[in-house]
Structure formats: C-alpha cells, structure tokens
C-alpha cells in the first residue's frame, strides 16, 4: 500500500534525487541532541560539512554526487546516535562510506529513514520550506 505523499515533499524528492539537500540536512542536524557528562540533553555541536568531506578523503571513501549533504547528515547523525560505537571521526567516516555505498540498499533510503524518525517522533516535516 502506498502511503499519499504530498506535492511539496514529491517535488523535493525528485529534485534532489531521494537526497538530503543542504537546507534538510542542516534543519535535521540541528535537531541532534547528545548526553552532557551529567547526563543532560543538549544540543550537538555539528561537524561542518567542509570537515565531513575532508573526514571522507582521509579514507580514500567517494561520496556519490548529489549525496554530499546526505553524508553530512550520516556523520552527524552517527555522532548523535553512536557515541559509544562511533568515537573517531575515521570510524564515523566508514560508517558515512558503508551507509551511502551500500551495494544491496537503495541510495533514497537515508532519506526514508529520516522520514520514518520524524513520523516516529510525530515531527512534521515542511517540504515547502526546503524547496
């Protein structure tokens, strides 16, 4: 079954090919929380996108054109959501490199899971504000 998918969030996709532009991927980012040393919620400091690139050369990785803002948004999100198993920004950027080259998954589905985190967390997402 197909869910109904509003004009706006169809004209995103098919211009940004299923990617994170940079206007979406800097609204995710700075959503990011991390725990403090007290155990507090705050805000993630983000890794810019001139440093995640600079990460994945490091590697040797290729990031795919139009999928710049995509690994943005993996490596930060990896900071986020992996501190204890992501400590370093080469491991981060492997992560960035495995997720995006994955041979068997489609490259749209970074951008379908961060839709189904923000359905999850009942977050709208205006798709006209990213146009």
């Known amino acids: 079954m197909r869910h109904c998918v509003s004009e706006a969030r169809a004209v995103y996709e098919d ?6 532009s940079e206007k979406l991927a800097e ?7 991390v725990k403090d040393a007290a155990g507090r919620k705050v ?10 690139m600079a990460a ?15 690994a943005w948004y993996l490596f930060n999100m990896a ?11 080469v491991a981060r950027a492997h992560f960035v490199d495995e997720t995006i080259n994955d ?9 379908a899971c961060f839709r189904a985190k923000m359905d999850v967390m009942d977050v709208p997402i205006h798709w006209e504000r990213f146009l």
């Open 15 to 20: 211009y940004n090919h299923g990617q994170f």
């Open 27 to 33: 609204w995710a980012i700075s959503m990011m929380e």
């Open 103 to 111: 041979p068997d998954c489609e490259p749209t589905a970074v951008l």
């Open 56 to 70: 994945m050369t490091k590697i040797g990785a290729k990031v795919p054109e139009s999928q710049e803002y995509t």
């Open 79 to 89: 900071r986020a959501d992996y501190p204890k198993a992501l400590t370093t920004d």
């Open 43 to 52: 805000k993630l400091t983000p890794t810019p996108a001139e440093s995640v």
